[in-house]
Structure formats: C-alpha cells, structure tokens
C-alpha cells in the first residue's frame, strides 16, 4: 500500500500538518491570538480542512467501491481494509466537532464566516450518525451519549451561523431538531 497514489497523498496530507508553524497549532491560546486578530475563522479553517480532507479520503466513495465477493482471496483484507477507512473517517467527523467544541469554549457566540464551514459540519454530522445507525448494538450508552454531544457541539456552531449562511439555516431550521 505504500506505493499506492492512495497512500502518496495520505502521506502528502500528514506531512502538510506536521509543517505547520508552531503558532497554528490548535490549542486554546492561540485560539486567543487569533480572535484578537480577526482571524479566527481562518485558523480554525486549516483545522477544518485537515479533518474533511480526512473524512473525504476515507469516506463513502471507498466504501462503495470495496465489495468483495466470496471467492475473492483478497476479501477479509478488504473487510478489514474498509473497516480501518471507516474508523479514519469518523475519527476525522468527530475531530470536527471537538474543533467546534474548543472553539466554542473559547467564544461561545462566535459567528463562524466561512461559507464552507457548513459543509464540513454537514459531512461530519452525516459521518458521525451513519456510524451510529451501523454500530447501533456494539455501541454502548456512553459511546452514544458522546455522539450526542460532538453532533450538539455541531447543531450549536450552525445555529452561531445560520443569520449568514443559509446551508446553516436550513439545517438548523429542520423539524427534526
């Protein structure tokens, strides 16, 4: 696999994060820098984006691609190769929302400006509750009651937004919330 484009640009992904300069590293005080600056939104961006591109690398569309019939040799590697992306995936979905949950703790009525914001809030929630919906009898209370709160933590940075960006609006505004 290591030879694989799959994994050239994993690779070129994590090596991107480990280059970051030591000021953009998420953690709480420079968090409080950039709120003085204005540019909060764009910190927690680069965040954002290091976990969708997570979410987008090990998401659906390699789910969809993996079916392994029953005479293939290969089929419990990709059973476990597929099971591994699943758990990167959510990994990345609830690494979102513990970004938002940081985040908010910082400025609890923060409203987030980025446009694109909303759309990885989406792709986590949706990641987030469709591991949910699989893992429903092997996930215990605790399990489901952090789920509850990262997709919380979600729903909140959405309704901060939803005055300017309409996605966020929409999906605050639905009745099953």
Partial sequence: METSQFYGVLKELEDWRKKLPPNMTFEERHMYTFRTSRHLDMFLMVHVWYHQCGCDLFGNWIQDRGAASADDPNGPALVEFLQKCRDRSLYHAQQISRLLEKMLRVEPDHLFRD???????????TIQLANETIQQ??????????????????IKALANTKGTIILADKVVSCPSN
């Avoid at 009898?137 to 979600?154: D, I, P, V």
Wanted: a neutral charge.
């Fill in 115 to 125: 446009p694109w914001l909303s759309f990885c809030i989406l792709d986590s929630v």
């Fill in 137 to 154: 009898q092997a996930t215990n209370a605790e399990s489901r009651k952090e789920a509850s709160q990262l997709l919380k933590f979600n």
